[in-house]
């Protein structure tokens, strides 16, 4: 199965049919993962929290030393991809085909892809994640870059163990995040999530369900947590932007019950993203 995109694909904004869509293979985004990219959802044509991750890209951007086309541009291209309606709006920004002076020539590709099929809840690996920066800085720290191999290679290794995913591990048994979401979990009806100082993504999906848990008057702990406390956990959840918040009913051998907070914080998260993309 071959991912397309639902409408044309936007290069630098170049309505392009999606059989003939490319990039340079001298890109250097294509060479060596240099660039950034973004993943959003559009509901019904309308991008959640477009104006938070193309905060995001340009900080991934300014870390990277990539210029990046006007705010503007790339608001309006953003909002023409989603015009088809429901899916994953998928931005990259490659490194370009310079290699003296990389980001100086970047290819911006904008498009809306089907959304996947998204199971009801998940069962998650624990993997150490010796690659992660964890609470080291670099001059990636805190940037989505096209980098995304270790993190794709712990997802397929969780695969091949039984599972949907992976759930990773820092130094010292520290509980970071998934490949591709966030980690959250219920502790004495408390939401507990690892903080942002391990250098896991600042999540939108993350911030969002922040929010909704104190509408709710759930309290939230933001700690540097361990193995245990996760695995001590009451409910535990993912969250991001292509599954929203989904339970997790399994971390390695151990089991989880679905529950009451999570499937509130499920439903809030639901009513925010409805309200905003009215
Ligand atoms: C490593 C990582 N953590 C967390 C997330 C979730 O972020 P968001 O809620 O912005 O989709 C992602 C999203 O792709 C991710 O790649």
């Known amino acids: 199965m071959t991912a397309a995109s639902l409408g044309p ?52 951007a300014e870390n990277l030393l990539i210029t990046l086309p006007e705010r503007s541009l790339l608001s309006e291209w953003c909002l023409r991809a989603s015009a088809p309606g429901d899916g994953v709006l998928r931005l990259y920004v490659t490194g370009g085909t310079d290699p003296r002076r990389p980001g100086t020539d970047s290819v911006v590709v904008v498009f809306l892809e089907a959304l996947p099929e998204i199971p009801d809840a998940v069962r998650l690996d624990l993997l150490d994640a010796p690659w992660h920066a964890d609470g080291r800085t670099s ?39 998934g490949p591709t979401f966030s980690l959250g979990w219920i502790h004495e009806g408390a939401m507990c999530t690892p903080d942002l100082g391990s250098h896991i993504l600042a999540s939108i999906t993350r911030e969002a369900t922040i929010e909704v848990a104190n509408d709710l008057g759930v309290p939230v702990r933001e700690e540097r947590f361990h193995r245990a406390d996760l695995l001590g956990a009451d409910e535990v959840f993912v969250m991001s932007t292509v599954r929203e918040v989904l339970p997790v009913i399994a971390v390695g051998p151990q089991t989880f019950d679905r529950g009451d907070l999570v499937a509130e914080l499920r439903a809030g998260f639901r009513r925010l993203v409805a309200e905003e993309t009215r």
Do not use: W
């Open 9 to 60: 694909v936007l290069i630098n904004g170049e309505p392009t049919a999606p059989s003939v869509a490319s990039v340079s293979v001298f890109d250097i985004g294509f060479q060596r993962g240099y660039g950034c990219f973004e993943a959003m959802r559009s509901y019904g044509g309308r991008p959640f929290r477009l104006e938070g991750h193309l905060d995001r890209l340009a900080r991934s």
């Open 139 to 177: 001059e990636l720290t805190g940037a989505k870059t096209l980098s995304y191999g270790p993190n794709l290679a712990a997802t397929i290794a969780a695969r091949q163990r039984g599972f949907d995913d992976a759930a990773l591990v820092g130094e010292d048994d520290v509980v970071l995040e």
